[in-house]
């Protein structure tokens, strides 16, 4: 079992920053890929960035290429997002989950074993 908490969310002004922090319990987090997902309301859950079990592989959706930078501290059972030039459309809830085929990206929903609570970003304009 892998217990996930995301911090950091919050209001943020269009052009700034935020960190976003999932931290887990379990044993073998240092093995799961993680990914970052976010749900605007009224729209579906969707894949911003992932990582490999070690951070050796990285992906990141298109909207948020050269804002978002995704990391992991294994030592600290962490993944961050680092969110920069925030958008309005950025606006959501954001959401971190575990996958246990550590070593591969995966992008769909359905390919993750465990989920976070959620933290809201709201960017205003």
């Known amino acids: 079992q892998v217990q996930l908490v995301e911090s950091g969310g919050g209001l943020v002004q269009a052009g700034g920053s935020l960190r976003l922090s999932c931290a887990a319990s379990g044993r073998t987090f240092s093995s799961y890929a993680v990914g970052w997902f976010r749900q605007a309301p009224g729209k579906e859950r969707e894949i911003v960035a992932a990582?490999?079990?070690?951070?050796?592989?990285?992906y990141y959706a298109d909207s948020v290429k050269g804002r978002f930078t995704i990391s992991r501290d294994n030592a600290k059972n962490t993944v961050y997002l680092q969110m920069n030039s925030l958008k309005p459309e950025d606006t959501a809830v954001y959401y971190c989950?575990?996958?246990?085929?550590?070593?591969?990206?995966?992008?769909?929903?359905?390919?993750?074993?465990?989920w976070g609570q959620g933290t809201q970003v709201t960017v205003s304009s």
């Open positions: 990582i490999t079990w070690r951070g050796s592989s990285t």
């Open positions: 989950a575990a996958d246990l085929l550590g070593y591969s990206i995966q992008i769909r929903v359905g390919e993750y074993d465990y």
